[in-house]
């Protein structure tokens, strides 16, 4: 078996190398938290660790399977951080490359939609993006699965049988901004959702990604819609 993942900073991982950061130097004095003024104080282990712990790596442990996953990082593009349709033109190639190399064949894909204003083009034109990559997905023997950080995409695709709730204790989320609204304002009586409500904000750390807990949690609930689909 063999997948792939694509979407912006919150599949790349960002964020998560801050447990092992404070491992390290005990108090975290003057670290830029912005990306990516922070990659490049990152060692090679950081980004190993912060990989282990995004949901793509717990996926892939899961099913005991390699994965390919388009980065997200908008590394050098300080005023350009990822689009959706980055991740369409990604997922256009990796069909592509499964046409024309059959030593490389995709079972399914994870696309993570990011926030909609990172568009060039309207939130009408994305959401029918989506579904003819399905469809051009599924012409390829390809399953797409589909999850959101942003609501506005999730208000038009939710209903579709490619979208990924996020599940937990027994309730269905259409997107991760969705699930945030639920618990806000943080009052400490849950795990938290983003870095910024755990720890790290005494030390001014304002990062606003996924923790460890939120990717376990959407680990979880593509499993189980991977096999709700019978592809696992």
């Known amino acids: ?37 922070i990659r490049t104080m990152l060692t090679v282990e950081d980004l190993k660790y912060m990989k282990s712990f995004t949901y793509s790596y717990l996926l892939s442990k899961t099913l005991d399977c390699e994965y390919i996953t388009n980065p997200g990082d908008g590394m050098w ?23 024309k190399n059959t030593d490389v064949k995709l079972d399914f894909i994870i696309l993570q939609l990011t926030a ?15 579904n003819s990559l399905y469809n051009k997905c599924r012409e390829n023997n390809i399953d797409l699965l589909v999850w959101s950080w942003r609501q ?18 027994d309730r269905e989320y259409n997107s991760l901004e969705n699930w945030q609204a639920t618990f806000e304002p ?9 870095i910024y409500d755990e720890k790290f904000n ?15 949690v959407i680990h979880d609930s593509i499993l189980k819609k991977l096999k709700d689909r019978g592809v696992v």
């Open 1 to 37: 078996m063999l997948f792939a993942s694509t979407g912006c900073s919150f599949t790349f991982g960002q964020g998560l190398y801050w447990d092992r950061i404070l491992e390290k130097y005990s108090k975290l004095r003057n670290w830029p938290y912005e990306w990516p003024k």
């Open 116 to 130: 909609p204003e990172r568009d060039k083009y309207s939130i009408e034109e994305s959401s029918h993006r989506v």
């Open 152 to 169: 506005e995409l999730a208000d038009i695709l939710g209903m579709k049988d490619f979208w990924i709730k996020l599940l937990y204790n």
């Open 202 to 216: 005494e030390f001014g750390i304002d990062d606003r990604h996924p923790t460890k807990f939120t990717n376990q």
């Open 186 to 194: 943080y009052t400490g009586e849950y795990p938290p959702l983003y």
């Open 77 to 99: 593009e300080y005023n350009l951080p990822p689009s959706n349709f980055e991740s369409y033109k990604v997922i256009d190639v990796w069909i592509e490359n499964q046409q």
